[in-house]
């Protein structure tokens, strides 16, 4: 079955301590995408990467990193998480920006 | 940078009534304009897009209309069914110099039986 799927689906944390959202696609989609949404803001997109290692800054990149060291794969990275970064976050890929993005289920985090 | 409206925020219709929801860019370089369809504790999923070479297009009871001059485009939904009841939102996506796709805020979209 085509599908992105994310882990964890749920995190609670506490400031300051480094997490990582794991993303894996398995369509062979070169682009993807990492987007947060905030209730009365959409969905913002944080990072997207082109291809393996070609990544480049989307809307909202402060306070996240990202990797592509293959081409399933897309991590995103909070070092040093802060309250202000609770919120729901999406992965998502697709063939090239112009075409459909497959979303995953969502990871849901809440730093106190 | 691409900036992206959404109009209305809610939306309450009648079973069967149409519904309308209108988005505005700003970039006059986005040339491809996706709707998606967010069901409550999913993801979002595409239910049309259109690109810059085309002013309208359909499938079935959804419609999207572009209009590249006024940079604004437009999802119709017809007939519509409870299960149409779900946050919709338009995105912009560059093609060249840019790969970056701007969301607009969503629209709650309420069909009552």
Redesign the interface.
């Known amino acids: 079955e085509a599908q992105?799927t994310q882990n964890p689906r749920y995190l609670i944390t506490v400031t300051g301590k480094k997490l990582t959202v794991t993303c894996s696609q398995n369509m062979n989609h070169e682009?993807m995408?990492w987007?947060r949404q905030d209730p009365?803001?959409?969905?913002?997109?944080i990072y997207?990467s082109?291809n393996v290692e070609v990544t480049?800054k989307?809307?909202v990149p402060e306070g996240y990193k990202v990797s592509r060291k293959e081409k399933r794969n897309f991590p995103l990275i909070l070092e040093s998480p802060s309250p202000n970064q609770t919120s729901l976050y999406?992965c998502?890929s697709s063939l090239d920006?112009?075409n459909?993005?497959f979303?995953?289920?969502?990871t849901r985090l809440t730093v106190l | 940078?691409e900036n992206v409206e959404?109009h209305p925020?809610t939306l309450s219709v009648q079973e069967g009534d149409s519904a309308v929801i209108k988005c505005t860019y700003s970039d006059s370089a986005s040339?491809?304009f996706?709707w998606?369809k967010q069901e409550l504790g999913?993801?979002?999923?595409?239910i049309i897009?259109i690109?810059s070479n085309v002013g309208e297009k359909k499938d079935q009871r959804i419609a999207v209309t572009l209009n590249k001059t006024a940079k604004h485009f437009s999802l119709h939904i017809t007939e519509t069914q409870p299960e149409d009841s779900a946050v919709y939102?338009c995105?912009a996506?560059?093609?060249t110099g840019g790969?970056?796709?701007?969301?607009?805020?969503?629209t709650r979209l309420f069909v009552k039986a």
């Open positions: 992105v682009y995408s987007y009365g803001l959409g969905l913002r997109q997207y082109m480049d989307g809307d999406f998502a920006p112009q459909e993005q979303f995953g289920p969502g | 940078g959404q925020s040339n491809y996706p998606y999913k993801g979002p999923q595409l897009d690109r939102f995105a996506s560059e093609g790969f970056k796709t701007i969301f607009g805020a969503g």
